[in-house]
Structure formats: structure tokens, C-alpha cells
């Protein structure tokens, strides 16, 4: 298992303007790859918070930091220049960044017809730290970047959703940490007519005998599906695969639980256990 952190530069994300569906994606992702993400932090364009930020985070010391947004050619695109004041590591023109940028130019030529020059401000998308690599970008033009800094894994990637999902999942996976012991599972029950008030209870008792699992409801009630009050309990573990088989005996545990409670018209509980989801850490 290893260390995360995000940070998700932008004013937009501050003032309600854009929705930061990023940072659920890459938790998610990251999950299911062997990764714990240990914090989320959003925070604006401005150069002095961000320097400050991930200098903040750096000092936490992470197996792996990933950055989204300010990856453009526009005046409020910095994070590489935060980046670099936080590791004082300088900048230079990257050649083979530049070479990826030219490469996209082409594709968008042919695709939409469409010329681009490499502009004065386009070339700030090739100013990289020095000892950076410029990972391909199958979406947009700006590369991503990851940088090694005292034994911690940067990665600098765009805000565009469709841009930064492609360059995780063409290019970063690869430079993840990885454990063939480790093992994600994901169970979860949907439970009609019981509130959750009342699955708590249960829920409570076998929680603390438990401390490695991670417990979550989700309420729906009265869906329109059903009529009825609806519940999903997710069981969410992290470990070795022998550990993970504990998640057999908690659900047999939580099920006897759940069968011995009434509705608030004396129904009894509808248990209906959902599809299994799981990973390896051999990404």
C-alpha cells in the first residue's frame, strides 16, 4: 500500500464554477491500485498558496503526490512553476515536451484542419523541472509532467477530466508502486424496510471488533424503484489477500444482525447482497 496525495489547483473549483469530479475519480482509481489517499486539498491560482501548498505536502512526506489543473498556456497556468519553487529545482525547455506538444499539433491538423504554432505561450507548456519527464497526452496538448523529489512520485496533470484520466491511465500507472500482496475488496448489501438508524446499531457492534475494515451506509429512502426504505452498506477492505477473507465472516456477521430487526411496520429486513469488486496491487 502506498501514500497519496492530491491537490486540485483552481479558482474554478473555489467559487463553484466547475464540479471537482477529478478528485473522486483518481480516489477511486487509486484505491483499486494499491494506493491510500490520505488527503484532498483544493486551493486557488494564486503562485504564493500553491508554492506554499505543495511545499505543505512535500514535508508529509507521501509515496506519491498528484496535481491537477494549471497545465495551460494561459496567464493563470502555474503549477509548474509551483512545482519547480517548491523543489527549487529550475526550469528549462524540455525538448522531448516539446516534441509531444508538436506531435499533438499534427493530430489536430489532420483531425480538424486546424493549425496551431508553437507560440511563446504555448512553450510554457515544455518548461519542465529539471529532470522532469513529459508524459504524452492523448487528449489535449499539454504533457503531464512526473518529477522524482526526495524519494516522493509527482505527477503534474491537467484539469480537463478527459485529459487527465488519459494521461493516468496511458502513462502513470507504470510508475506506481507495486505489491502483489495487496488486495482491495469492496462489498455491499442493500437492505429494504430497516432506517438507518436502526442498522447503525448493528453496524456499531461489529465495527469495533473490526478496525481494518471500513464501514460505509448510504441511504435511499423510499426509493421509487422499490417503495420501500432502502439501505446500502458498503464493506470496504485494504491488505493482503489472506486479510481480505475476513470480509466473508463480517458479512455473515452483519446479515444474522440485520435478519433479527422489524420495520417500522414489522417488516422484515430484505437482504440483497450486491456484486463483488476487487483489485490487486499488481497494477
Known amino acids: 500500500m502506498f501514500n497519496v ?3 486540485c489547483f483552481g479558482n474554478e473549483l473555489l467559487i463553484g464554477k466547475t464540479v471537482n469530479t477529478n478528485a473522486s475519480w483518481l480516489g477511486e482509481k487509486l484505491v483499486s491500485l494499491g494506493g491510500k489517499v490520505t488527503r484532498v486539498t483544493t486551493i486557488g491560482d494564486s503562485l504564493e498558496e500553491m508554492i506554499e501548498i505543495v511545499k505543505e505536502v512535500i514535508e508529509r512526506k507521501p ?4 496535481t491537477t489543473g494549471g497545465m495551460g498556456p494561459t496567464f493563470d497556468d502555474v503549477s509548474l512553476i509551483a512545482i519547480a519553487k517548491a523543489t527549487n529545482i529550475e526550469l528549462k525547455l524540455n525538448q522531448d515536451a516539446i516534441k509531444l506538444i508538436k506531435q499533438r499539433f499534427e493530430v489536430i491538423k489532420n483531425q480538424r484542419g486546424i493549425e496551431l504554432e508553437l507560440s511563446e505561450e504555448r512553450m510554457q507548456m515544455a518548461n519542465l523541472p529539471i529532470g ?3 508524459l504524452r497526452n492523448r487528449s489535449g496538448t499539454a504533457p503531464g509532467v512526473f518529477l522524482e523529489y526526495s524519494n ?3 505527477f503534474v496533470l491537467p484539469g480537463v477530466p478527459k485529459e487527465m484520466k488519459s494521461i493516468f491511465d496511458h502513462e502513470i500507472i507504470q510508475f ?3 505489491d502483489p500482496n495487496f488486495q482491495y475488496i469492496e462489498k455491499s448489501l442493500n ?3 430497516i432506517p438507518e438508524s436502526e442498522l447503525a446499531k448493528a453496524i456499531s457492534t461489529i465495527r469495533l471488533k473490526y478496525p481494518k475494515v471500513y464501514f460505509k451506509t448510504h441511504p435511499h429512502t423510499y426509493t421509487s424503484k422499490t417503495g420501500k426504505i432502502e439501505v446500502e ?3 470496504t477492505f485494504l491488505g493482503t489477500p489472506e486479510e481480505s477473507k475476513i470480509l466473508d465472516k463480517i458479512e ?5 444482525l440485520i435478519e433479527q430487526l422489524k420495520g417500522a411496520k414489522g417488516e422484515q429486513p430484505i437482504i440483497e447482497k450486491k456484486s463483488l469488486k476487487e483489485s490487486t496491487g499488481e497494477n
Open 132 to 134: 522532469a519527464t513529459p
Open 63 to 66: 509515496d506519491v503526490i498528484i
Open 176 to 178: 506506481l508502486p507495486k
Open 152 to 154: 516522493i512520485k509527482i
Open 191 to 193: 437492505v429494504f424496510y
Open 5 to 7: 496525495e492530491i491537490i
Open 252 to 256: 455473515g456477521e452483519l446479515i444474522k
Open 233 to 235: 452498506i458498503h464493506l
